[in-house]
């Protein structure tokens, strides 16, 4: 394989499906039965950040004051809703150009890893039947940063035995791209312009990955 990238880390929510719905369920069902008003615009504040900062956001609507305890029983239930509602998740799911993707860079010999900040990043994976494809996924609970660091895919390099400067990232969120440019990565931010500042391309879908493109631009 004579190319000049040899590998390509994906971020999952947002590039490859889109659980952001099924958040949205979780959260509304733990608002409503607290009497907590939220809805969509509240809900976007949400994306990209944890779920104990998402509990907080939710709360600042409440009259009470919940304990540190409390909160961790209110984000542990949210989770287990969450995680009963995506074990319906399925391969009609994956977002426009995933699957082709995947399997052109399988044939192609890239090696494919995943750095998703999702705790439940096996399950949707494996629902949505492409885990075949991934030579590894990072194991978010074993990292001690979140994005814009660069840990995540600073470790699913090492893991896939890559040089970083040889690999792709592929990320949805502003954060994430930081966290691909701080790992010294090529960055393809897959969806707004504007909001993914530090990109080295941007593109709709995954149908629009063009990788001899991307090789053009960098010179080693």
Partial sequence: MNHVFKGVIF?????????????????????????IYFDRKINERLKGVSRRDSLDVILENSTKTYTLEEKVKLTDEKNTDYVALI??????????????????????GYKIALASASKNAFTVIKNLDIEDYFDYIVDVAKVKKGKPDPEIFLTAAMEIGLDPKFCI????AQAGIQAINQAGMFAVGVGDKDSLKGADVVIQNLNDFQLEEYESKVMF
Avoid: S
């Fill in 11 to 35: 971020d999952l929510d947002g590039v490859l499906t889109d659980t952001a719905e099924y958040h949205y369920q979780a959260w509304k069902r733990l608002a409503e039965k607290l009497g």
């Fill in 87 to 108: 074990q319906n998740m399925t391969a009609e799911e994956l977002l426009p150009g995933g699957k082709e993707l995947l399997k052109f860079l399988k044939q192609e």
């Fill in 169 to 172: 990232g592929v990320e949805d």
